[in-house]
């Protein structure tokens, strides 16, 4: 009967510390923003699949952003606050459905390890606002070999002068 009661006992902590690893909770942006909102003016701001990714950290299906088949020049920035983050020269097709991009702008993003799902993952957000724009991945092309898959309705594209016309 102990011996029940010891496995059983240590069987349950497991559970419970499984799950607290694999909890669907997913990683959130530390620290104070240049740009900061209340939650119902960021709601009034955004559209319902912005707010969703940004500020929920959820995330687009994919194939579903417009922004895959944009191949035009310029810059992709942040749907929350504007800033800069990718040049439209460092975006390639990684065939997964995302916008994908070898190399963010200097000082465009911030990074939090994400253990949500069971994976531990580097989420990348916005420095400024803080907005969940996707995650980081060592399989990207040269020179750098990243892959920074980012949700297509977390950026906005500005064309370059060049490319508007």
Known sequence: MDRRILLASAA????????????????????????????AE?????????????RKHGTERPYSSPLLKEHRK??????GCDLPLFSSDTKFDSGTGWPSFWQPLDDALGRTED????????EVH???????????????????GLRYCIDG???VFKPSAASAS
């Open 74 to 79: 310029g810059t992709f920035g942040c749907a």
């Open 126 to 144: 916005c420095r400024r606002c803080g907005g969940h724009l996707g995650h980081v991945f060592d399989d990207g092309p040269k020179p750098t």
């Open 153 to 155: 309705f977390a950026l």
């Open 115 to 122: 253990r949500s799902y069971g994976m531990k993952r580097i």
């Open 12 to 39: 349950g902590l497991f559970g419970l510390f499984t799950l607290r690893w694999l909890r669907a909770e997913p990683a959130q942006a530390a620290g104070k923003f240049e740009v900061e909102k209340t939650d």
């Open 42 to 54: 960021w709601r009034a701001q955004l559209t319902p699949m912005q707010y969703e990714i940004l």
